[in-house]
């Protein structure tokens, strides 16, 4: 995986005006393109998109700053039709607008060249288990709402604390299968990771793919297919995300799975009564490299 990302970050840089086949390098390095983006996130702590965007941006400016050329010929040699476009982008990176920039000489805000590089990690063990499931459907009540990488979702909170109390006992009532309980379920989620971008949040409990569903609920349905199974137990949610992020950088470089498209599901199996600590399950969906 180290290689592969890169390779990626090679790729960028050779086709920085260019739309990248990231498809195509995933399959050349025998993985996938949501697998490879979701790694560059989790490794690089900014969407691939974010990357190619300042990596562009950088090189502009040293284009802008030269004076090489009029701005419409170095925005459409940088891969913008207008340039409004350019200026945008190049605003949203530099905070300020390439002519402020070429008569100033900033400010500018350099994004270096990523490598990404192994480094010796692991001394506190996974608890981990691989998990064949049948077909199954995820039921609940659920949300749009944007992902936010730490700390409380305030959208989240808001959602789940205004369902009844009676409605979270009928929701553990209909659960018949595993994961087991009450789930906090993240299903369509931006394969880049991107933070603010939105998913769909369920709240509800899993049952079997032949459980008729009430009207009034929402469901998911999930095809057959592997899991890992990550247990944690500590503060919430803190240590949850801090699992949800060692995936990333220490449990799949280390084992031949890769992450597939589906939801990633929660099961909190106790907790203090304040929900300050609590033990989970974090089910995310795997395939064999």
Same mark, same amino acid.
């Given at each position: 995986?180290?290689? !592969?990302?890169? $390779?990626?970050?090679?790729l960028?840089? %050779? ?9 195509? &390098?995933a ?5 996938? *393109?949501?697998h490879?983006?979701r ?13 190619v965007r ?9 284009? /802008?700053?030269?004076?090489e050329?009029d701005?419409?010929g170095?925005?459409v040699?940088?891969g ?5 476009a350019?200026g945008?982008?190049?605003?949203a990176?530099?905070?300020?607008g @390439?002519g402020?920039?070429?008569?100033n000489g ?7 060249? &990523?490598?990404?590089? &192994? ?11 691989i998990v064949?499931? @049948? !077909?199954f459907?995820?039921?609940?009540h659920a949300?749009?709402v ?8 305030p959208?989240? %909170? ?6 009844p109390?009676?409605?979270?006992l $009928? ?6 299968? *595993? ?9 369509d989620?931006?394969?880049d990771?991107?933070?603010?971008s *939105? ?5 509800? /409990?899993?049952?079997?793919r ?8 929402? !469901?998911?349905?999930?095809p057959?297919?592997? =899991?890992?199974?990550? $247990?944690?137990?500590g @503060? ?5 995300q801090?699992?949800?992020?060692a ?9 031949? =799975? $890769?992450l597939?498209p589906g939801p990633?599901i929660?099961a ?8 300050s600590?609590?033990?989970?399950e974090? =089910?995310?969906?795997?395939e @064999?490299?």
């Amino acid at each position: 995986m180290i290689s !592969a990302l890169n $390779r990626l970050v090679d790729l960028v840089e %050779q086709h920085l005006t260019e739309e990248l086949d990231v498809d195509g &390098l995933a399959r050349n390095v025998g993985t996938t *393109e949501y697998h490879l983006r979701r790694m560059f996130s989790s490794l690089a702590g900014m969407p691939l998109s974010e990357y190619v965007r300042r990596r562009r941006m950088t090189v502009a400016a040293a284009d /802008v700053v030269r004076g090489e050329g009029d701005l419409l010929g170095i925005a459409v040699r940088h891969g913008y039709g207008s340039t409004e476009a350019f200026g945008r982008a190049f605003r949203a990176v530099h905070g300020a607008g @390439p002519g402020d920039v070429r008569r100033n000489g900033g400010p500018l805000r350099t994004q270096p060249q &990523l490598r990404f590089r &192994l480094t010796v990690e692991g001394s506190n063990p996974m608890d981990t288990r691989i998990v064949e499931r @049948p !077909a199954f459907r995820l039921v609940g009540h659920a949300a749009r709402v944007p992902l936010i990488h730490h700390g409380i979702n305030p959208h989240i %909170q808001r959602h789940v604390t205004g369902l009844p109390m009676e409605e979270h006992l $009928r929701l553990k009532a209909l659960s018949s299968t *595993e994961p087991a309980g009450l789930l906090q379920v993240s299903d369509d989620v931006d394969p880049d990771g991107t933070e603010g971008s *939105e998913l769909t949040y369920l709240h509800g /409990v899993a049952v079997s793919r032949d459980t008729s569903v009430p009207d009034d609920l929402d !469901a998911i349905e999930v095809p057959a297919g592997t =899991w890992a199974v990550f $247990r944690t137990a500590g @503060p919430h949610p803190a240590t949850l995300q801090a699992t949800w992020a060692a995936t990333a950088t220490e449990w799949f470089p280390a084992n031949p =799975w $890769r992450l597939r498209p589906g939801p990633a599901i929660v099961a909190v199996l106790d907790r203090a009564e304040d929900f300050s600590t609590a033990t989970c399950e974090l =089910w995310l969906p795997v395939e @064999p490299v």
